[in-house]
Nanobody, 126 residues
Framework: VQLQASGGGWVQPGGSLRLSCAASGDTLDRSNIGWFRQAPGKEREAISYISGQGGRKLYAASVKDRFYISRDYSKNTVILQMNNLRPEDMAVYYC????????????????????WGQGTQVTVSS
């Protein structure tokens, strides 16, 4: 499965962006998908996850109540709606697919994800 994250760009602090994760040759309707980000000089950070079964949604504390994960079934994509963006949100954002239905204690671990997409750059500055 080849994943592709898109929708990044430049936005001022307080602005919004909508990222999409698409897959070529596969459906994401029942896939366990995580969003990660990595800023220069920092470790990769898991920020959100949606399970294929039941639609469980999990968020990192750093983005909770600002970022929202969902599915667009008509476009076979997983969306990350990012609101009230801050300079510290600036990073390359990646989506990844896991063969496992992850839980609170496991969804942040990159090792549970088998397919990764190319990232999309998010820049937040005034």
């Amino acid at each position: 499965v080849q994943l592709q994250a898109s929708g990044g760009g430049w936005v001022q602090p307080g602005g919004s962006l909508r990222l999409s994760c698409a897959a070529s040759g596969d459906t994401l309707d029942r896939s366990n998908i995580g969003w990660f980000r990595q800023a220069p000089g920092k470790e990769r950070e898991a920020i959100s996850y949606i399970s294929g079964q039941g639609g469980r949604k999990l968020y990192a504390a750093s983005v909770k109540d600002r970022f929202y994960i969902s599915r667009d079934y008509s476009k076979n994509t997983v969306i990350l709606q990012m609101n009230n963006l801050r300079p510290e949100d600036m990073a390359v954002y990646y989506c990844a697919k896991s063969p496992y239905s992850l839980i609170t204690s496991t969804w942040r671990a990159a090792g549970y994800y088998g397919s990764w997409g190319q990232g999309t750059q998010v820049t937040v500055s005034s």
